[in-house]
C-alpha cells in the first residue's frame, strides 16, 4: 500500500468526523475549522492519485473530503454559519 494513499484516506476519514460533530446543533461553527481541513485533505488526496501506485485508498479519500467539504458548506449556509 501506498503511503500517500494511507494517510488520504486518514486525512478524509477525520474531515467526515469533523463534519459529522459539527452537524450537532450550536457546533455548526466547527465547520469553519473543517472545511479548510478537508480542503487540504482534497489536494493531499489528488497529490496521492497522482504519485502512488495504489490509487483505490487515495479515491476514497477524495471522495470523504469532498463529502465532508459539501455537508459542511451546506450545513454552515443553512445554519446561518453559528447554529
Do not use: D
Not at 459539527?22 to 481541513?37: C, K, Q, R, S
Not at 467539504?69 to 447554529?83: D, K, N, P, Q
Amino acid at each position: 500500500m501506498g503511503l500517500l494513499s494511507m494517510l488520504s484516506l486518514i486525512w478524509g476519514i477525520f474531515a467526515i468526523i469533523g463534519m459529522a460533530v459539527a452537524i450537532i446543533p450550536f457546533l455548526g461553527a466547527l465547520n469553519y475549522l473543517n472545511i479548510p481541513f478537508a480542503v487540504f485533505g482534497l489536494l493531499f488526496s489528488v497529490l496521492a492519485l497522482i504519485v502512488s501506485s495504489k490509487k483505490e485508498l487515495a479515491v476514497a479519500g477524495c471522495v470523504l473530503c469532498g463529502v465532508a467539504i459539501l455537508l459542511g458548506a451546506i450545513r454552515l449556509v443553512l445554519g446561518f454559519g453559528i447554529f
